[in-house]
């Protein structure tokens, strides 16, 4: 069969060869050691973790090295385009602080190595499958959906496995004759690589292939028997033919991609090898997963698990410095460590490395990410806390921007109880959290949430509030302030010390406390708050004395 001739008769509007793309797409000029990441997600619409954890370790590698990170959108499934998907993926990344250098952009591309949409990348794919039929490792493949079904019938009953390969492969020997006058009659028909591996061998006699994945050492797998579809019947290509030939001609050298793609790692090798393409480092990360209420791992799911959307972190609020912080710390397992020995340095002098990351499942847990957001808050100066606030209000929460807006002042100072000194509070979380926890301070969502302590009676409650107002001076200093809530709560009877009623409950109604709570929630609403005296200087005095007055 001359294979040239049929090349041509595929493919007889292809003039550039392979010398021409080298040539327009050739080896990056970057400093030695430099790495070219890509993030090439598929334009669902929907951005999830997934993507932003592996985002992370793309932009790291490459922006740590001196490298390039960029953006190829994966549009090559048209079933699932979403209008405006692009946008929503370079902006949520973008909140997150991922940046790229080159690559898609909303209405367009940068960057010399472009397209970087692949739907707009066909005549390049077509040369290269070109070449391959011209080399007789590649075939048009006539067999219809029918028939594909019957040999994977066949296949089940003969309990071997599934696919076109060996003998199963029909259409791998057809004549040219035999192909002209199918595609005469208009028969359709998909490319597919023409595979040398043969897998109907005793196990141990399947030739395998070694390849060195970035973070999981060395892998030792089955070679590909495989004759995968490289051009589908309306000529796009298949996610295994356009990740080979892009990421050769946009010279990437590190593929960072979820665990899921191990399996078809095989093809990926032998098609880098057909086609005689440099191969990239591969580093296949690994899945998160989460415990769920039973205690046992699993995948984190779409359907059950909304953490899964990055929506959820910007509805919520989270600040995208926590989110940062908390991926690394799933990321790398030396990350906590080099946390500790430099509470104040940026994250960005971290020195991520891929050989530090889990090849196993990596845990997610939003109490972990809590509790790394109060303390990665607690650094976050009150005014950018206040544009934060700001700025999520305005996208998630406009009914309460009224309220910030002009009022930053006000703002920093609540955004700031108690969160001076040696030891600051860590009250604050995320956006929606924060407003939850300092809603006391604006009168339209102030509300009496609990209740007095039991042991305080109505009467009692009524007239700690009568003496509080009736001896209140908003000038008083705390420790003066606090002196009168104990001669309060004495003439009462209430303990001046929680201690003295300790040791003798029968002499007193309560202590201390419970007055100072009878006051709290009169103020607060709540009986758990930062300091009232502070509140109290934060609230001013005519509120302050409002609120007291209508408790009475
Ligand atoms: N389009 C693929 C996806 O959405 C990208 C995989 C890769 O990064 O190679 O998962």
């Given at each position: 069969m001359d294979h040239n001739k049929l090349a041509d008769l595929l493919f007889p509007n292809i003039s550039r060869s392979r010398q021409d793309y080298e040539e327009m797409f050739p080896e990056r000029k970057l400093p030695a050691g430099a790495k070219v990441t890509r993030l090439g997600p598929s334009p669902t619409g929907f951005i999830h973790l997934g993507n932003l954890y592996g985002a992370f370790v793309d932009e790291r590698l490459a922006h740590q090295s001196g490298g390039t990170f960029y953006l190829r959108i994966e549009d090559t499934d048209d079933k699932r385009y979403v209008e405006g998907a692009v946008e929503v993926i370079i902006n949520s990344l973008r909140f997150f602080g991922i940046h790229f250098?080159?690559?898609?952009?909303?209405?367009?591309?940068?960057?010399?190595?472009?397209?970087?949409?692949?739907?707009?990348?066909?005549?390049?794919?077509?040369?290269?499958?070109?070449?391959?039929?011209?080399?007789?490792?590649?075939?048009?493949?006539?067999?219809?959906?029918?028939?594909?079904?019957?040999?994977?019938?066949?296949?089940?009953s003969l309990k071997e496995n599934p696919g076109i390969y060996g003998k199963w492969a029909v259409n791998r020997d057809l004549s040219f004759e035999e192909i002209e006058s199918n595609l005469n009659a208009g028969k359709s028909y998909v490319i597919r690589l023409k595979s040398d591996g043969n897998h109907d061998l005793p196990s141990?006699?399947?030739?395998?292939?070694?390849?060195?994945?970035?973070?999981?050492?060395?892998?030792?797998?089955?070679?590909?028997?495989?004759?995968?579809?490289?051009?589908?019947a309306n000529g796009i290509p298949t996610y295994h033919f356009?990740?080979?030939?892009?990421?050769?001609?946009?010279?990437?050298?590190?593929?960072?991609?979820?665990a899921e793609w191990l399996p078809s790692?095989?093809?990926?090798?032998?098609?880098?090898?057909?086609?005689?393409?440099?191969?990239?480092?591969?580093?296949?990360?690994?899945?998160?997963?989460?415990?769920?209420?039973?205690?046992?791992?699993?995948?984190?799911?779409?359907?059950?698990?909304?953490?899964?959307?990055?929506?959820?972190y910007r509805n919520e609020g989270y600040h995208p410095a926590a989110v940062r912080e908390y991926l690394m710390t799933i990321l790398n397992s030396n990350f906590e460590e080099w946390r500790i020995a430099n509470p104040d340095s940026p994250i960005d002098e971290f020195d991520f490395?891929?050989?530090?990351?889990?090849?196993?499942?990596?845990?997610?847990?939003?109490?972990?990410?809590?509790?790394?957001?109060?303390?990665v808050l607690v650094k976050i100066p009150a005014a950018d806390l206040c544009q934060f606030l700001k700025d999520w209000s305005k996208e998630f929460k406009p009914e309460i921007l009224p309220l910030l807006e002009g009022q930053e002042a006000y703002i920093e100072k609540i955004l700031d109880l108690g969160r001076t000194g040696d030891k600051p509070r860590k009250d604050l979380i995320y956006a929606k959290q924060i407003f939850e926890f300092i809603r006391y301070f604006f009168d339209d969502y102030f509300v009496i949430e609990d209740s007095n302590p039991s042991n305080v009676s109505e009467e009692d409650a009524k007239a700690i509030l009568s003496a509080y107002l009736a001896s209140y001076d908003h000038h008083d200093d705390q420790a003066q302030w606090f002196d009168k809530i104990r001669a309060i709560?004495?003439?009462?009877?209430?303990?001046?010390?929680?201690?003295?009623?300790?040791?003798?409950?029968?002499?007193?109604?309560?202590?201390v406390g419970d007055v100072s709570t009878v006051i709290r929630i009169a103020l607060m609403g709540r009986s758990q708050s930062p300091d009232i005296w502070e509140i109290q200087q934060i609230l001013g005095e005519a509120r302050t004395k409002s609120r007291i007055q209508k408790r009475i």
């Amino acid at each position: 069969m001359d294979h040239n001739k049929l090349a041509d008769l595929l493919f007889p509007n292809i003039s550039r060869s392979r010398q021409d793309y080298e040539e327009m797409f050739p080896e990056r000029k970057l400093p030695a050691g430099a790495k070219v990441t890509r993030l090439g997600p598929s334009p669902t619409g929907f951005i999830h973790l997934g993507n932003l954890y592996g985002a992370f370790v793309d932009e790291r590698l490459a922006h740590q090295s001196g490298g390039t990170f960029y953006l190829r959108i994966e549009d090559t499934d048209d079933k699932r385009y979403v209008e405006g998907a692009v946008e929503v993926i370079i902006n949520s990344l973008r909140f997150f602080g991922i940046h790229f250098d080159e690559g898609a952009t909303i209405d367009g591309h940068i960057g010399d190595y472009g397209p970087y949409y692949q739907s707009a990348r066909g005549d390049i794919y077509q040369c290269f499958a070109k070449e391959l039929i011209a080399k007789g490792q590649a075939y048009p493949c006539f067999l219809t959906e029918e028939e594909i079904t019957a040999i994977r019938e066949k296949q089940e009953s003969l309990k071997e496995n599934p696919g076109i390969y060996g003998k199963w492969a029909v259409n791998r020997d057809l004549s040219f004759e035999e192909i002209e006058s199918n595609l005469n009659a208009g028969k359709s028909y998909v490319i597919r690589l023409k595979s040398d591996g043969n897998h109907d061998l005793p196990s141990e006699e399947i030739k395998t292939i070694s390849i060195e994945d970035g973070i999981r050492g060395t892998l030792t797998i089955p070679e590909n028997n495989q004759d995968v579809i490289l051009l589908k019947a309306n000529g796009i290509p298949t996610y295994h033919f356009a990740h080979v030939v892009d990421d050769h001609f946009m010279r990437t050298t590190h593929v960072v991609r979820g665990a899921e793609w191990l399996p078809s790692l095989p093809i990926h090798v032998e098609l880098f090898e057909k086609l005689h393409f440099a191969m990239p480092i591969f580093c296949h990360t690994a899945q998160l997963m989460k415990l769920d209420e039973e205690g046992n791992k699993r995948k984190l799911s779409k359907r059950k698990d909304p953490e899964l959307s990055l929506d959820y972190y910007r509805n919520e609020g989270y600040h995208p410095a926590a989110v940062r912080e908390y991926l690394m710390t799933i990321l790398n397992s030396n990350f906590e460590e080099w946390r500790i020995a430099n509470p104040d340095s940026p994250i960005d002098e971290f020195d991520f490395t891929v050989e530090k990351m889990s090849n196993s499942g990596a845990l997610f847990d939003l109490n972990k990410l809590n509790d790394i957001g109060k303390d990665v808050l607690v650094k976050i100066p009150a005014a950018d806390l206040c544009q934060f606030l700001k700025d999520w209000s305005k996208e998630f929460k406009p009914e309460i921007l009224p309220l910030l807006e002009g009022q930053e002042a006000y703002i920093e100072k609540i955004l700031d109880l108690g969160r001076t000194g040696d030891k600051p509070r860590k009250d604050l979380i995320y956006a929606k959290q924060i407003f939850e926890f300092i809603r006391y301070f604006f009168d339209d969502y102030f509300v009496i949430e609990d209740s007095n302590p039991s042991n305080v009676s109505e009467e009692d409650a009524k007239a700690i509030l009568s003496a509080y107002l009736a001896s209140y001076d908003h000038h008083d200093d705390q420790a003066q302030w606090f002196d009168k809530i104990r001669a309060i709560g004495s003439d009462l009877g209430y303990a001046a010390k929680p201690k003295d009623y300790k040791k003798n409950p029968d002499l007193y109604k309560g202590h201390v406390g419970d007055v100072s709570t009878v006051i709290r929630i009169a103020l607060m609403g709540r009986s758990q708050s930062p300091d009232i005296w502070e509140i109290q200087q934060i609230l001013g005095e005519a509120r302050t004395k409002s609120r007291i007055q209508k408790r009475i």
